[in-house]
């Protein structure tokens, strides 16, 4: 392996992308650096605006959260427990002990405190596509929390590896308005709703495990169980062998298509009405998450008991 670039130090790090490799201490300068470029290239959130990071326990979420506070940034964290088990109880605990470690604000929601219940089962129920069930969950629920607390930017901790994948699978499938709204800064589209972000766009997974390691957070390596991520998971492997192949492959056709290619998609804009039920901004007569809830049973309305530490 070859040795720092900056320091001829003994490398952490070696980043065949960009033809380089770090130490330590120049790895997570760099980490921090690209996390500021995305921050500032996708004119993402100001210094002083709160924001509010959705932490799974993951790799990717729990470096987002560490380096938008090492970077000064004012941001609190959102865990949803699912109430799966173990990786549940797991992914929790590690939020909470972050949170703890570095004094930062944690919001949690628990879908057994809320609704007696939990993701497996309300998949189940509602006999739907586990992940599509889950992400409407989640959504609506950190919505609540963004309109309780007065949070106006969302950030979640989609990697270069997520975005290139989505962005093969949207071309594959010529999902014009997926395309058109494939983006590191999704402004918001209603006084309810906030603005979504992803500033570690420009890192990959092996990036942020890395970062991780080096400055010791704890993450939860498992899968979630409910998972069924197989698609994306080919696309990932098709573009690894390719990146393997050819490096900054990767970035090349991401940034590429943001900077170039991404204009030529529109997405109709629809408007947003209320929901019938509960009253939130919605396509439809009655909102997607209303209507899961009640095909699995539960009472859409019950007001979330957001618990803070
Ligand atoms: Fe939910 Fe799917 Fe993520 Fe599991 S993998 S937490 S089911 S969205
Ligand atoms: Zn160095
Ligand atoms: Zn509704």
């Known amino acids: 392996m070859r040795r720092c670039i900056k320091c001829k130090g003994e490398p952490a790090i070696d980043l065949k992308s960009n033809n380089t490799a770090f130490c330590k201490e120049h790895f997570i300068e760099y980490f921090l650096r690209q996390v500021s470029r995305a921050i500032k290239k996708y004119n993402m959130f100001s210094s002083d605006e709160r924001i509010l990071v959705a932490v799974s326990g993951g790799k990717d979420s729990m470096a987002l959260w560490d380096a938008l506070l090492s970077l000064g940034y004012n941001a609190d964290g959102l865990h949803v427990d699912l109430g799966i088990g173990e990786y549940s109880t797991g992914s929790r605990r590690i939020c909470e002990n972050f949170a703890a470690s570095r004094g930062a604000r944690l919001y949690i929601l628990s879908l057994e405190d809320m609704y007696g219940t939990n993701m497996r089962e309300i998949v189940r129920r509602t006999r739907r596509v586990s992940c599509s069930v889950c992400g409407t969950v989640k959504r609506y629920l950190m919505n609540l929390v963004v309109q309780q607390k007065g949070y106006r930017v969302v950030a979640t901790g989609h990697n270069l590896d997520d975005e290139t994948?989505?962005?093969?699978?949207?071309?594959?499938?010529?999902?014009?308005?997926?395309?058109?709204?494939?983006?590191?800064?999704?402004?918001?589209?209603?006084?309810?709703?906030?603005?979504?972000?992803?500033?570690?766009?420009?890192?990959?997974?092996?990036?942020?495990?890395?970062?991780?390691?080096?400055?010791?957070?704890?993450?939860?390596?498992?899968?979630?169980?409910?998972?069924?991520?197989?698609?994306?998971?080919?696309?990932?492997?098709?573009?690894?062998?390719?990146?393997?192949?050819?490096?900054?492959?990767?970035?090349?056709?991401?940034?590429?298509?943001?900077?170039?290619?991404?204009?030529?998609?529109?997405?109709?804009?629809?408007?947003?009405?209320?929901?019938?039920?509960?009253?939130?901004?919605?396509?439809?007569?009655?909102?997607?998450?209303?209507?899961?809830m009640q095909k699995a049973g539960l009472d859409p309305l019950i007001q979330p008991q957001v618990q803070e530490m």
């Open 165 to 292: 994948a989505a962005l093969l699978g949207n071309l594959f499938g010529w999902q014009e308005g997926y395309l058109a709204r494939q983006y590191p800064h999704l402004p918001s589209t209603h006084a309810r709703l906030p603005a979504k972000v992803k500033p570690l766009v420009r890192l990959g997974e092996l990036e942020t495990e890395t970062y991780c390691r080096l400055k010791g957070i704890d993450f939860l390596a498992d899968d979630c169980p409910l998972a069924r991520g197989a698609t994306s998971l080919a696309y990932k492997e098709l573009i690894n062998s390719l990146e393997e192949k050819m490096p900054g492959t990767k970035q090349r056709f991401l940034f590429g298509f943001w900077d170039r290619g991404r204009r030529n998609f529109t997405d109709t804009p629809v408007e947003l009405k209320e929901c019938s039920l509960c009253g939130q901004p919605t396509t439809a007569g009655t909102c997607l998450f209303c209507r899961l």
